[in-house]
């Protein structure tokens, strides 16, 4: 871009367009949707509409969140990706109802994640994947709460055991790092598998059509794991009369 020029001019948005941007989700949340809108500025305009529960402003231009974005205190999601972010603002912190944060795909390094990420005591999905970042904040340890973690397509070496052993972690992306090994996708995994006989949800939020859909599926499962490891039997040939002197038992040997 020559010296002196503007960057691209992207669409104004008012306070009208933004409220009629505001949609009610199936659960009777109020969201406010400003993704794939052009936008190259986080619109001021919106800090009059904070008592909004979702905010997605996705796929755009934004290269700054400002430090009001924390006047958004009933947000309990928060999507920022695809856009040119490189700092979260140390504010972030005090939006403590966040359930969903995502700001993947965008620009942020390690040192733009501020440690105030560790008041986010509440969020259970944080994806970061699709970054610049070369370490594992170590903020996210201290989320008890999280239930799934996006790295992926960062430039890790390594994950901290902090993060593979969340007590509620039950999905981790770390897929396309430049891991000198194999082990650390390799050490959340074996310590993940205490999860295999549990259900993503609990059995209480599922009507009784689900989970037995779902039992039967694990008993099925499980049965064709037993007939998988069962000793094979040896072949029984009752038709044969005389066999060959030199043959052996096993039926490999006959072929």
């Not at 010296?3 to 406010?32: E, H």
């Not at 403590?96 to 390690?110: M, W």
């Not at 994950?159 to 981790?172: F, V």
């Not at 790092?177 to 993940?192: G, H, L, M, R, T």
Request: with cysteine.
């Amino acid at each position: 871009m020559a010296k002196g020029a503007k960057g691209p001019k992207g669409k104004k948005i008012t306070l009208a367009v933004a409220k009629n941007c505001i949609k009610i989700t199936f659960d009777g949340k109020k969201r406010l949707d400003l993704s794939k809108m052009g936008i190259t500025a986080f619109p001021k305009c919106i800090l009059r509409l904070t008592d909004v529960d979702e905010l997605d402003l996705s796929r755009n231009l934004i290269k700054k969140i400002p430090d009001a974005i924390s006047k958004f205190q009933n947000l309990r999601w928060l999507d920022l990706h695809s856009n040119y972010i490189d700092k979260l603002p140390d504010t972030i912190g005090q939006m403590t109802s966040l359930l969903y944060l995502n700001v993947s795909n965008n620009r942020l390094t390690t040192n733009g994640l501020p440690v105030e990420l560790n008041q986010l005591k509440n969020v259970r999905t944080v994806n970061l994947g699709l970054n610049h970042l070369d370490s594992v904040p170590t903020t996210l340890g201290a989320l008890k709460e999280l239930h799934e973690v996006g790295l992926h397509d960062n430039l890790l070496s390594n994950i901290p055991n902090s993060i593979s052993k969340l007590p509620k972690l039950k999905k981790l992306n770390t897929k396309r790092n430049p891991f000198p090994k194999a082990e650390p996708s390799d050490v959340f995994v074996d310590s993940i598998r205490r999860l295999d006989n549990l259900y993503l949800v609990e059995e209480k939020d599922l009507c009784g059509t689900c989970l037995r859909k779902c039992q039967q599926a694990r008993d099925k499962l499980n049965k064709i794991k037993s007939m998988a490891t069962a000793t094979p039997r040896k072949a029984i040939f009752s038709t044969l009369v005389s066999p060959n002197s030199m043959a052996k038992e096993s039926q490999e040997d006959w072929r």
